[in-house]
């Protein structure tokens, strides 16, 4: 079984792209699951101010209708002219008044053209304040994917690091083991020290294994940010730039979309008091038909306008009113504890980021010495003078060490993306 666990600990799977920091990050806010949602509800708010809109602008229908009557109706008003004993010169005499044609067909226009609507003003406002909002926050989004997606690809690198640290112990396990047999062939090491050689072989391979699956499990996570099936290697560069001590949070996406969240309630709330002024709408309407009309024309039109003022309807306006004033006191105590949730996460980051650029030097100048001391060890165990065990102990302690580095440096590098979204660059 154990040339099985050789062979897929050497073989971690092969990832499905290759891809720079840079590169990534472009993908990720041009062509991935998470631009996809954040366009989607960009389109939904913006399908919001064409509704509102639509309630402005003139509204043209057309109808076509067919009747069939049970009978006929004609007031013969020409027959009783010709009845007259002279018609004078000049006089056109008028055609039978169909009240009522047997078969008929109708078509008409209409337009309805809003003259004056406030609310409906006040909505659109409220409208194009959800689209600022959803840009916000959409922006916010994408900051906070673009985050967690590069500090994903750090973390993937110290699993990438960690592979390593742990090969290179495995190799050192498997060298001083055969090390221990060749001196217990020659009488100098007993059976127990090649015996705990190799129980310390065993323990290392099995962290080698445990490596690759925890280096291809952050290589899936990358690819399933990407909307990539398959594991993806982000190439993550040189670590980022050291963070500013201050930054602009007033002005960071999280806060502003919730201002025009709360701008978008004020509208909303403005919208439902203008709904207690009346409103004013002009029409036009033009008919033809296949019988003539009483005034013995085929076609009519008209044109006009009205007022329409509801005074009653039963609280629905009070009710929209105060949903607004609630959602406006809603956005208040969320900016407010937005405010508060931002400025912790700066210090948080900053505190972060310190502690983590000095455990990077203690992590830098605990592999120098776990590398000494491992050689140092190892030569005294080749010379005769070291013992087996105290060489498995610095082996161990220097590949610890370079875990360890992994670790800080990803976490330094997480702390200074966590600044950089928060606008301290």
Known sequence: M???????AASPAPPTETLTLEDAVARLAADSPVSAALAAQQAEARSAVTASTARLLPTVALQGRYVRNNAEAVAPIGSLFSLLPAIP??????????????????????VDVPLVVPAAWADRGASQRGVRAAGAAGEAGGLQAEVALRSAAWMARAAE??????????????????????????GLDTDLDVLQAEAELLRREQLHEQAVADLDAARR????????????????????????????????????????????????????????????????????????FPTGQKTA??????????????GARYAMSDRASAQIAAADAELW?????????????????RVAVVQLQLAEKGVEVARAAEATSQRLFESGVGESLATLDAQQRRMEAEV??????ARLAVSRIALEGLGAR
Not at 2 to 8: C, G
Not at 175 to 185: G, I, K, V, W
């Open 89 to 110: 010169p000049g006089v056109e005499v008028p055609g039978d008044l169909v009240i009522q044609p047997l078969d008929q067909w109708l078509g008409t226009a209409t």
């Open 221 to 292: 996570g990358l690819g399933a940010m990407l909307g990539v099936a398959g594991p993806v290697e982000i190439e993550t560069g040189e670590l980022p730039a050291a963070g500013e001590g201050t930054a602009d949070l007033a002005s960071h996406p999280e806060r502003r979309a919730l201002e025009e969240r709360r701008e978008a309630a004020s509208k909303a709330r403005l919208a439902a008091r203008l709904q207690h002024l009346p409103s004013v709408a002009g029409f036009a309407t033009a008919t033809a038909s296949s019988a003539p």
């Open 301 to 314: 039109w008209s044109v006009g306008a009205q007022a329409r003022w509801v005074l009653f309807d039963g």
């Open 161 to 186: 690091e960690t592979l390593e640290a742990t090969r290179v112990g495995m190799e050192s396990a498997r060298a001083h083991r055969d090390s221990a047999a060749r001196r217990r062939d020659a």
């Open 404 to 409: 360890g580095l992994a670790g800080a440096r």
């Open 337 to 353: 504890k937005t405010d508060t949730a931002l400025s912790r996460r700066l210090q948080d980051a900053l505190e972060a980021e």
């Open 2 to 8: 154990l040339w099985l666990t050789l062979a897929r």
